[in-house]
């Protein structure tokens, strides 16, 4: 959304030139731009000004003819080309603006997505541990431990032992030997993997 809104107004200065009192009336017309685009965090909007109107007038002190100035003033007039290259300006200097926006609000809507993905993924990675610490605290006082099962892919509490088989008949075979194979005993099983 463009708005476009025209100010004017005039002040007086006094002060002094080479030791004499001196007053100067200083009158401006101000053409104010404002340029508003959605973003991801509400609307911005970017304001910019051109004084192309500007006129003063000084004389020594109490001789200032502020009459003669605002004629001056309301005679001037704005070259119809000159003011048509200004405004083409003003509006590639808004164009420009509001996609400068648009890119700054896709970028902060970007970082915010990142920055969330990570503190999620921190926020998971917490609970993970916790309920890990949790589940081994547990399986300790229990004297168990936690294993997955590669038939059905479950986890099995079996008592507390550094290996764990399957047999093919179902059964579940724990201990300490590094070395104990089922095949040693003409059975048939597989390997069970501690959870962690």
């Given amino acids: 959304m463009r708005r476009?809104?025209?100010?004017?107004?005039?002040?007086?200065?006094?002060?002094?030139?080479?030791?004499?009192?001196?007053?100067?009336?200083?009158?401006?017309?101000?053409?104010?731009?404002?340029?508003?685009?959605?973003?991801?965090?509400?609307?911005?909007?970017?304001?910019?000004?051109?004084s192309s109107r500007i006129l003063t007038m000084r004389a020594p002190a109490g001789q200032l003819d502020f009459v003669h100035a605002e004629t001056v003033f309301g005679s001037l007039r704005d070259d119809p080309a000159w003011a048509a290259r200004i405004a083409d300006f003003h509006r590639k200097i808004a164009a420009d603006n509001l996609r400068t926006a648009r890119n700054i609000s896709e970028i902060n809507r970007r970082s915010a997505e990142?920055?969330?993905?990570?503190?999620?993924?921190?926020?998971?990675?917490?609970?993970?541990a916790f309920e890990r610490g949790r589940r081994?605290?547990?399986?300790?006082?229990?004297?168990?431990?936690?294993?997955?099962?590669?038939?059905?892919?479950?986890?099995?509490?079996l008592?507390?032992?550094?290996?764990?088989?399957?047999?093919?008949?179902?059964?579940?075979?724990?201990?300490?030997?590094?070395?104990?194979?089922?095949?040693?005993?003409?059975?048939n099983g597989r390997r069970l993997e501690r959870v962690q």
């Fill in 4 to 50: 476009t809104r025209v100010e004017a107004g005039e002040i007086l200065v006094g002060y002094g030139i080479n030791g004499q009192a001196v007053r100067e009336t200083i009158l401006t017309m101000v053409i104010l731009t404002e340029q508003s685009a959605q973003s991801v965090s509400g609307w911005i909007t970017i304001g910019s000004g051109d």
């Fill in 114 to 128: 990142d920055i969330n993905a990570i503190l999620a993924k921190g926020r998971k990675s917490s609970n993970d």
């Fill in 136 to 157: 081994e605290t547990s399986e300790m006082i229990r004297g168990v431990e936690t294993w997955r099962d590669p038939v059905d892919e479950l986890a099995r509490e």
């Fill in 159 to 187: 008592p507390q032992s550094d290996h764990a088989w399957r047999l093919d008949d179902g059964s579940f075979v724990v201990t300490d030997d590094p070395n104990w194979q089922p095949g040693e005993f003409g059975l």
